[in-house]
């Protein structure tokens, strides 16, 4: 009798163990997908002018084509 409550309780003990790390390692992942879509979040508020800016600014662009790309992005914001 005893001998049955024993493994018993060696086996529930083997699956607290293995929830509890489970839990942990769900606890882990969890955590770093919402830090990743709080970064995600960020670059989304940025609008197209800002990243406009952001190139001309950087020297991939040239004024002349800032120019245009602006005109172009007002263009679409008043349709």
Known sequence: ???NMFF????????????????????IVNMSNRS????DSDSAKE???DILKKRYATGEIDKKEFE????????????
Do not use: C, R
């Not at 060696?10 to 790390?21: A, E, H, N, Q």
């Not at 990743?36 to 970064?39: F, M, Y």
């Open 36 to 39: 990743q879509k709080n970064s």
């Open 68 to 79: 245009e790309k602006k005109k172009d992005l007002i263009k679409g914001y008043l349709k």
């Open 1 to 3: 009798m005893y001998h």
């Open 8 to 27: 018993g309780g060696m086996w529930f003990s083997w699956l607290f163990w293995i929830v509890l790390f489970a839990l942990i390692i769900w606890l």
């Open 47 to 49: 609008t197209p002018l």
